[in-house]
């Protein structure tokens, strides 16, 4: 069974960055795909972007491109967003996810780590 843990967020003016990472264990397969989401006070869930573990193959919502990046260190089993140029409204907890593959639901997932981005 895959446990995500996710780390590396916290308080950042608007306009700044972060970085969160997800560190993965007890994976068993090779087409994993892992993304992030994110869930703001009241509202839903809302996909942030996502990341194939074996081709590097990225998407991202809307709301993320040109601002956020997705990548792996497949030695570290590691998954990482970088946030770039944050904006109050990108508050919300960062939900780390996985599923084993394109098209299956997503069934992993962390705890969440907070962002907040002031103005």
């Known amino acids: 069974q895959v446990q995500l843990v996710e780390s590396g967020g916290g308080l950042v003016q608007a306009g700044g960055s972060l970085r969160l990472s997800c560190g993965a264990s007890?994976?068993?397969?090779?087409?994993?795909?892992f993304g992030w989401f994110r869930q703001a006070p009241g509202k839903e869930r809302d996909f942030v972007a996502s990341?194939?573990?074996?081709?590097?193959?990225?998407d991202y919502a809307d709301s993320a491109k040109g601002r956020f990046t997705i990548s792996r260190d497949n030695a570290k089993n590691t998954v990482f967003l970088q946030m770039n140029s944050l904006k109050p409204e990108d508050t919300a907890v960062y939900f780390c996810?996985?599923?084993?593959?394109?098209?299956?639901?997503?069934?992993?997932w962390g705890q969440g780590t907070q962002v907040t981005v002031s103005s």
């Open positions: 990341i194939s573990w074996s081709s590097g193959t990225t």
């Open positions: 996810a996985c599923k084993i593959r394109s098209g299956y639901p997503w069934s992993y």
């Open positions: 007890g994976m068993t397969f090779s087409y994993y795909v």
